[in-house]
């Protein structure tokens, strides 16, 4: 598991959406692309158009008997992570495969048995670690400026759009549910790489507005075994699109907002307390050209196989973060119904 390959990756992309092309992009100028795959062949064949040696697929299987491919980015709907990823590391491919990975926490398991056999390093997608506000709190946090950590408080939402409760999202057969599957495991995702594990979990997922089987709001709690507190909330009631991220220190605390298009311009708020406490010493930057954050994942992961070294966030990370959404739909009563408050419109 931990050999080092020096060789370029030579790549394949399943799944030429919208994911899937900026990828590609992610791979820079002349991508070592071997194959583009979709069940949509028009998709596959604009996506292969103009990159020398790239052949366009409907059929995964001509991807996972290839030799020449090491290496498989795959960017399905949710259903089809997991068995495309499971198919790719037991054929000794690497993997990046979009969040969540899997529907469920054990269809990440088996992924992470084959490829243990295998050897096949496996990277989630989880982009926004590498967006540039994110990179330079996790430096600052690293370089000791907030002191001990003591909690953080992460919103993030939209406003859905006209037919969203009909779009593929909203059939827990094909997403493992709603809003906390899709944009909550996100804010799970680095509320775990600022704090760490999370033994003790608690909250509420429910309906609100959309006509939908899954959740369009979630709530949670999450505490470490040290007591340091994630209190999240993901909606896609949110009207007008917000991402926001607080952590506090026992010295200083960090504001993320924003990042880019609907969301705003990304910021990053540094408060540091002074000796006298009162109004804190302010630093604010901002980073109006949007980020490299598709490029920066694609390249670690290019890393994690050069290097031999187990990727970050990998099938550990993917794992706890569903456990956390299970617990949290079975807390709610999610099975396949959703749980309207008293009160909300049927």
């Known amino acids: ?18 994911i899937g092309r900026k990828r590609v992009a992610a791979l820079g100028k002349n991508p070592p692309l071997l194959y583009t795959c979709d069940l949509d062949a028009t998709r596959a064949a ?5 990159i020398a040696g790239c052949t366009a697929v409907t059929d995964a299987a ?16 949710n259903a089809s992570l997991a068995p495309l990823a499971l198919a790719a590391v037991r054929a000794g491919q690497h993997v990046l495969v979009e969040k969540p990975g899997a529907l469920t926490a054990a269809q990440l398991r088996e992924v992470g048995d084959a490829a243990t056999r295998s050897g096949a390093r496996v990277r989630l997608g989880y982009n926004h670690r590498f967006h540039p506000a994110l990179q330079r709190a996790r430096a600052l946090i690293d370089a000791g400026e907030l002191g001990p950590l003591l909690f953080l408080r992460g919103r993030y939402g939209h406003g859905g759009r006209k037919g969203y409760d009909r779009e593929w999202r909203a059939d827990p057969a094909l997403s493992g549910g709603g809003e906390l599957i899709d944009q909550g495991v996100h804010l799970i995702d680095l509320a775990g790489w600022f704090l760490g594990e999370f033994p003790t979990v608690s909250g509420h997922a429910t309906t609100y507005f959309w006509d939908m089987p899954v959740d369009d709001n979630a709530f949670l ?37 924003g990042l880019g298009g609907s969301y705003g311009v990304e910021r990053l708020t540094f408060y540091k307390m002074l000796p006298e406490m009162g109004p804190p010493e302010t630093t604010a930057w901002e980073f109006p050209r949007g980020d490299d954050s598709w490029a920066l994942e694609t390249r670690a992961f290019v890393d994690d196989i050069r290097l031999g070294r187990e990727p970050s966030p990998g099938l550990a990370e993917g794992i706890r973060t ?25």
């Not at 598991?1 to 919208?18: H, K, S, W, Y």
């Not at 604009?46 to 103009?50: K, Q, S, V, W």
């Not at 020449?68 to 960017?75: E, G, K, N, Q, Y």
């Open 62 to 77: 001509r991807v996972f008997s290839d030799p020449r491919v090491t290496a498989v980015i795959i960017s399905t709907l």
């Open 1 to 18: 598991m931990n050999r080092p390959d020096t060789e370029q990756p030579q790549f394949a992309v399943i799944g030429c959406g919208l």
């Open 322 to 346: 569903l456990e956390i959404v299970e617990e949290v739909y079975r807390l709610s009563g999610f099975d396949g119904v959703p749980r309207r408050p008293a009160g909300m419109r049927d």
């Open 221 to 257: 709690s999450l505490r470490t075994a040290a007591g340091q507190t994630a209190w999240l909330h993901v909606s896609c009631t949110e009207w007008k699109n917000l991402f926001s991220l607080e952590i506090y220190g026992r010295d200083a605390k960090l504001a993320i907002d």
């Open 46 to 50: 604009d996506l292969a158009r103009g």
